[in-house]
């Protein structure tokens, strides 16, 4: 055989791209997940939806494990889809369960409903679909009789949405048991998938200035709010191409009729290279500063660090792109914004593939949704991998 010619598909893989999937029983068995509204700041909404993803990995026959979480955030789930006596580590299927959207979204601007070959709902697309996909594949892998190519861990966080800063010792600890990880975040146009992340930084902000009564000594007081605006407006226009910067959080003041002492606000910045993520954290670090009678604080957040693809995650994709030949998929593969908790596995130089949910767009909105067709090839792409990564 020629050294350039990859190995063949075994003959599990063979069968897993033949499941029986129909699009309506996978929307289905979404819709009670996309149903129990789990935003990140919601404890209770986010362990109850830990509880249901439990009860559905436990009647598949996992072993399933509830972690008390942490910080004042949700609990995680960690399922193992093994026989008895196997070694540990495999397969990780790392997901996360919360979601940008509060409770009452479902009532007030997004409810779950399917509109032609688009499905929406809050959390639908980022990420509920692609973990729901996945289970739903390894129920038919069982069904059908097709063992996993390892053992599969499937671990279930609560924080993945604020930059998992409960969690990320939980993941890198899990991951380094595991040979190969999966994500199945939301997929790339065109049936793409992720192969590495940008850097990311989060960065607490806090401007304090002089109170005073906002109607009888205006001028005598000096605006938190007001000095917060001209800095958020300064910190997004540092934004180039090697590195962006947002501020997407503010609050401040009390009393309209009070000149505000405190203003709160969080920033994000992103870069492709982790040099470029660095320097920014360093600049951003540097506005601390004292202005007379009033202050600008800069703490840093949560940080991602930024994935490159190595060799070893290129042979889990080039392993994608031959089983998407397979579905008549052409599968193509990027490096993307927008972190995840792949950053952390990718990093740490495990193979990783990102990217392995389901198709659709506008995550993080009251038009999220996902694409009816995509659910069918996506769900035997993933089971095709859990038999053969």
Same mark, same amino acid.
């Given at each position: 055989?020629?050294?350039?010619?990859?190995? *063949?598909?075994?003959?599990?893989?063979?069968?897993?791209?033949?499941?029986?999937?129909?699009?309506?029983?996978?929307?289905?068995?979404?819709?009670?997940?996309?149903?129990?509204?789990?935003?990140?700041?919601?404890?209770?909404?986010?362990?109850?939806?830990?509880?249901?993803?439990?009860?559905?990995?436990?009647?598949?026959?996992?072993?399933?494990?509830?972690?008390?979480?942490?910080?004042?955030?949700?609990?995680?789930?960690?399922?193992?889809?093994?026989?008895?006596?196997?070694?540990?580590?495999?397969?990780?299927?790392?997901?996360?369960?919360?979601?940008?959207?509060?409770?009452?979204?479902?009532?007030?601007?997004?409810?779950?409903?399917?509109?032609?070959?688009?499905?929406?709902?809050?959390?639908?697309?980022?990420?509920?679909?692609?973990?729901?996909?996945?289970?739903?594949?390894?129920?038919?892998?069982?069904?059908?009789?097709?063992?996993?190519?390892?053992?599969?861990?499937?671990?279930?966080? !609560?924080?993945?949405?604020?930059?998992?800063?409960?969690?990320?010792?939980?993941?890198?600890?899990?991951?380094?048991?595991?040979?190969?990880?999966?994500?199945?975040?939301? @997929?790339?146009? @065109?049936?793409?998938?992720? !192969?590495?992340?940008?850097?990311?930084?989060?960065?607490?902000?806090?401007?304090?200035?002089?109170?005073?009564?906002?109607?009888?000594?205006?001028?005598?007081?000096?605006?938190?709010?007001?000095?917060?605006?001209?800095?958020?407006?300064?910190?997004?226009?540092?934004?180039?191409?090697?590195?962006?910067?947002?501020?997407?959080?503010?609050?401040?003041?009390?009393?309209?009729?009070?000149?505000?002492?405190?203003?709160?606000?969080?920033?994000?910045?992103?870069?492709?290279?982790?040099?470029?993520?660095?320097?920014?954290?360093?600049?951003?670090?540097?506005?601390?500063?004292?202005?007379?009678?009033?202050?600008?604080?800069?703490?840093?957040?949560?940080?991602?660090?930024?994935?490159?693809?190595?060799?070893?995650?290129?042979?889990?994709?080039?392993?994608?792109?031959?089983?998407?030949?397979?579905?008549?998929?052409?599968?193509?593969?990027? !490096?993307?914004?927008?972190?995840?908790?792949?950053?952390?596995?990718?990093?740490?130089?495990?193979?990783?593939?990102?990217?392995?949910?389901?198709?659709?767009?506008? *995550?993080?909105?009251?038009?999220?949704?996902?694409?009816?067709? !995509?659910?069918?090839?996506?769900?035997?792409?993933?089971?095709?991998?859990?038999?053969?990564?």
């Amino acid at each position: 055989m020629d050294a350039e010619t990859p190995p *063949a598909l075994s003959a599990q893989a063979q069968r897993a791209l033949a499941l029986p999937f129909t699009a309506d029983a996978l929307l289905a068995a979404l819709r009670p997940w996309v149903e129990q509204e789990s935003p990140t700041f919601d404890c209770v909404a986010v362990n109850g939806m830990m509880t249901l993803a439990a009860r559905e990995m436990a009647v598949l026959g996992a072993r399933v494990e509830r972690i008390p979480g942490r910080m004042g955030l949700g609990d995680c789930i960690r399922a193992r889809f093994a026989p008895p006596g196997a070694a540990e580590g495999g397969i990780l299927v790392l997901a996360h369960l919360d979601t940008v959207h509060p409770v009452g979204t479902l009532a007030s601007g997004l409810p779950f409903r399917q509109e032609g070959d688009r499905a929406f709902g809050p959390g639908i697309f980022d990420m509920k679909g692609g973990t729901v996909l996945t289970l739903r594949a390894l129920e038919a892998l069982a069904r059908a009789g097709i063992a996993t190519s390892r053992p599969v861990t499937v671990l279930l966080t !609560s924080d993945e949405e604020i930059g998992s800063p409960s969690t990320r010792d939980l993941i890198e600890a899990e991951a380094a048991r595991h040979q190969v990880v999966l994500v199945p975040e939301p @997929g790339r146009a @065109g049936h793409g998938v992720v !192969s590495g992340r940008y850097a990311i930084a989060r960065f607490n902000l806090r401007t304090i200035g002089k109170p005073s009564h906002a109607g009888a000594q205006l001028s005598a007081g000096r605006s938190a709010v007001k000095d917060m605006a001209r800095r958020l407006i300064a910190i997004e226009d540092m934004t180039t191409e090697a590195c962006t910067y947002s501020v997407g959080v503010m609050h401040g003041g009390q009393w309209v009729n009070c000149v505000p002492t405190y203003c709160d606000a969080q920033a994000l910045t992103m870069a492709k290279r982790q040099p470029d993520l660095d320097a920014a954290v360093e600049k951003m670090l540097a506005m601390n500063v004292a202005d007379g009678d009033a202050r600008f604080e800069v703490t840093r957040g949560v940080t991602r660090p930024v994935w490159e693809p190595d060799a070893g995650t290129m042979d889990l994709y080039g392993l994608a792109r031959r089983l998407g030949t397979e579905l008549g998929l052409d599968i193509g593969h990027e !490096s993307a914004g927008g972190g995840s908790d792949g950053n952390f596995t990718g990093a740490m130089g495990i193979p990783t593939l990102d990217g392995l949910g389901v198709l659709g767009g506008n *995550a993080h909105t009251l038009n999220e949704h996902i694409l009816m067709d !995509s659910l069918v090839p996506r769900a035997r792409l993933m089971a095709a991998l859990l038999a053969s990564a």
